[in-house]
């Protein structure tokens, strides 16, 4: 018998971490295209809203070459926790960001960031150490290159963590098209061009049923 537990998201204990997508680090990403990159950040940012989960920003050394929090992310949420970290590079080492993760309740814990080998995996192992259950989004993660990505998901795979895409984790954490099919199906129509022509056919196809 297997000693393998699977340890699924739950929308009822988790809570979504978004670190350092700032305008700066951005031009370092480039294990994705741009395009594909935004994308995938502000589906998981999406996703977070859809499913109502405590989300904090925060941001490293904005007043540096860093810069400031992508745009996009403080309009989504503004009034989520928002920490700009003077200079820790671990955003673990930031006392009032543990502390907005600690207020969340949440035992569960979705990552993503730039640069996954520093933003995004060391608040993972801090994490971890400190018990949490910790899910990676790896496609709304970026870095410079596939060597330095591999490295990160590895060190991070040893410490239990667990890697998935925003669309796995969106899956994960509805776990039945009938607690909502139109909403869970705009929210991936936003974001797959392929996905809303299969929402698209099955909406017509209903409505013809009518």
């Known amino acids: 018998m297997s000693d393998f537990q699977y340890k699924r998201l739950d929308k009822n204990n988790a809570a979504v971490l978004l670190v350092d997508h700032q305008t700066g680090l951005t031009n370092l990403v480039h294990d994705f295209s741009p395009d594909d990159f935004k994308n995938n950040v502000l589906a998981l940012a999406d996703a977070a809203k859809y499913f109502n989960l405590p989300t904090i920003l925060t941001t490293s050394f904005e007043d540096g070459p860093n810069g400031p929090l992508v745009p996009e992310l403080r309009e989504l949420f503004p009034d989520a926790p928002f920490i700009a970290r003077p200079g820790n590079i671990n955003a673990w080492d930031n006392e009032d960001f543990v502390a907005a993760v600690k207020a969340t309740g949440k035992k569960q814990l979705i ?33 410079f290159n596939q060597t330095t990505r591999e490295a990160a998901w590895s060190r991070m795979e040893q410490a239990g963590c667990q890697l ?10 509805h776990r039945d098209w009938r607690n909502d099919v139109e909403g869970l199906g705009a929210l991936f129509s936003n974001h797959l061009p392929n996905y809303r022509c299969l929402i698209n056919s099955y909406l017509s196809a209903k409505g013809s049923a009518k």
């Open 164 to 173: 998935l895409t925003w669309f796995g984790a969106a899956c994960e954490l």
């Open 111 to 143: 990552i993503a960031g730039i640069v996954t080998e520093v933003c995004v995996a060391f608040p993972a192992l801090s994490a971890r150490e400190e018990g949490y259950e910790v899910f990676v989004v790896t496609d709304a993660s970026g870095t």
